[in-house]
């Protein structure tokens, strides 16, 4: 049996699920919204067993030979109690299968411990570079003078956020140099901006499937909010280039990954991050690639 948890209507979820059900494997869904109707009891040893309960219905750990895993803060979701015994239970629910996730000898796509390093992008900026590709230089500051060197040493930088938190890639303008002195309150990392053509690469076991981007936008996941676009198309990549991915994607234990590429205009790929969970149905609908059967295969 292969275990899915997170949210129904979930993209990824659901477009590996549906390969499954056409396959006709046997799958069970754990719905997050129903987090207070279920239990759950694991015993660790010389082997791990239990059980997820709810109601009449029982799963039993030992029958679960693969998972994949897309779960959403639990405290972000409608029907969770936001205090209290509810709360305590759902967040106990979730700390217990991602616990499981770990040390099961199941496949699990992707185990939670294997995706921490997202939670720090400097850390991972460090396990891309010693896995062998090119990274920007990087300021990570609460110190408005130092990040105005940066910004008159490289002309042109960009500015997100440290942690796993989205958020929005953006040039570091004059107007926005203005409000430099706001770094004092919150660590912010900045990058030299590296000019050139992005690329999604998905990488599934040992497949590989490139994606590449046109767009003007400085991050092309928003250019529809300021009027410009995204043109997604299947790529080919370099034979060395897709086996740098492969073993950036295996060194890092990820089985599943979506790694963030842009290839310059003299020939040198750089690597942005590597996602722990992508969304990948964003590149599958606009390619065709078969990114969902990919995952669906390394499941079974």
């Known amino acids: 049996m292969i275990l899915f948890w997170g949210l129904p209507g979930d993209s990824p979820l659901t477009a590996v699920a549906h390969v499954l059900a056409r396959r006709r494997v046997k799958t069970a869904f754990l719905d997050q919204h129903d987090s207070l109707e279920w239990s759950v009891e694991l015993n660790v040893g010389d082997s791990i067993s239990g059980f997820l309960r709810n109601g009449s219905q029982s799963l039993d750990f030992a029958e679960i030979k693969s998972a994949y895993l897309r779960p959403y803060d639990t405290r972000d979701l409608a029907g969770v109690p936001s205090e209290g015994p509810g709360q ?59 990040a105005r060197e940066f910004w008159e040493r490289h002309g042109t930088v960009i500015y ?15 107007k926005q140099a203005a409000r430099l002195e706001n770094v004092k309150w919150c660590p912010t990392q900045f990058q030299e901006h590296i000019a050139g053509t992005d690329y999604r690469v998905h990488v599934v076991g040992d497949k590989v499937f490139p994606s590449e981007i046109e767009s003007q936008a400085d991050d092309y996941r928003y250019a529809c909010r300021n009027g410009g676009e995204a043109k997604i198309k299947a790529a080919r990549l370099p034979r060395e280039v897709a086996d740098r ?19 310059t205009p003299t020939g040198e790929w750089y690597c942005f991050e590597v996602n722990p969970s992508p969304g990948f149905t964003y590149y599958q609908n606009a390619t065709g690639q078969p990114i969902a059967e990919a995952i669906a295969q390394y499941l079974v």
């Open 160 to 174: 997100k956020s440290v942690s796993s938190v989205r958020s929005i890639v953006s040039k570091l303008s004059s």
């Open 245 to 263: 991915c492969r073993r950036l994607a295996a060194g890092v234990n990820l089985p599943v990954a979506g790694i963030d590429l842009r290839l």
């Open 88 to 146: 305590a239970h759902a967040l106990g629910l979730g700390e217990a299968l991602l616990g499981w996730a770990d040390i099961t000898p199941a496949k699990v796509v992707n185990r939670p411990s294997a995706m921490t390093p997202n939670n720090s992008k400097p850390y991972q900026s460090m396990q891309i570079r010693a896995l062998g590709f090119a990274v920007p230089e990087t300021l990570v500051t609460t110190d408005p003078e130092a």
